[in-house]
């Protein structure tokens, strides 16, 4: 991947664009969180209803903290939650009030991730704060492992694709919820 690519993707975020790009295991599709028409294209691509909501993936915890409710969360729970990132672990922790639909579905919370995909990581550090990450698929079908995979299924109704290795992982990350530390998704 050249440098350019890389300006490229987060010029593309800046312009309300949805991009492909690699994760831990697979590649994902994903734009601005706070961008509802962006949004909107990533649910219509993936053909998924909003009520079910959708990942955001993070450089680092600060980023996540607009979108949620710490105070909600069991005495000890943070601090788990903490030690297991950067990693392939998918937290549901309690939202903000003030955190659209659009992105946290029919729930009260989010599901969120401090990634530890060199890419992806730095990504959202780029573009300052975190991106909605989906499996780069249709609903109910396999998601691309690779850039040429993706751009085969989804190219034409993607912005941009950047060029990029997954971290090799066999299957999406854990997905564990934040108040019972209930695992509701395994790796």
């Given at each position: 991947m050249t440098q350019q690519a890389f300006f490229t993707a987060v010029e593309q975020l800046q312009q309300g664009g949805v991009?492909?790009?690699a994760t831990e295991a697979v590649f994902g599709i994903g734009c601005d969180p706070d961008n509802g028409d962006a949004v909107q294209r990533v649910l219509a691509i993936k053909e998924r209803p909003v009520d079910k909501g959708?990942?955001?993936?993070?450089?680092?915890?600060?980023?996540?903290?607009?979108?949620?409710?710490?105070?909600?969360?069991?005495?000890?729970?943070?601090e788990v939650i903490l030690a297991s990132w950067p990693g392939p672990y998918t937290w549901i922790i309690p939202a903000r009030p003030e955190v659209p639909e659009w992105l946290k579905g029919r729930f009260d919370s989010l599901a969120v991730r401090v990634t530890d995909h060199p890419q992806a990581h730095d990504l959202c550090l780029a573009y300052g704060k975190p991106l909605v990450s989906t499996s780069a698929n249709k609903s109910g079908e396999e998601p691309a492992r690779s850039a040429a995979e993706l751009a085969d299924r989804l190219g034409n109704e993607l912005d941009y694709?950047?060029?990029?290795?997954?971290?090799?992982?066999a299957n999406p990350s854990l997905i564990r919820d934040g108040i019972t530390g209930a695992v509701l998704r395994p790796a």
């Open positions: 991009i492909g790009y959708l990942v955001l993936i993070a450089a680092d915890v600060s980023q996540l903290l607009p979108y949620l409710d710490l105070t909600r969360l069991p005495e000890g729970r943070l694709i950047l060029p990029g290795d997954t971290g090799g992982r």
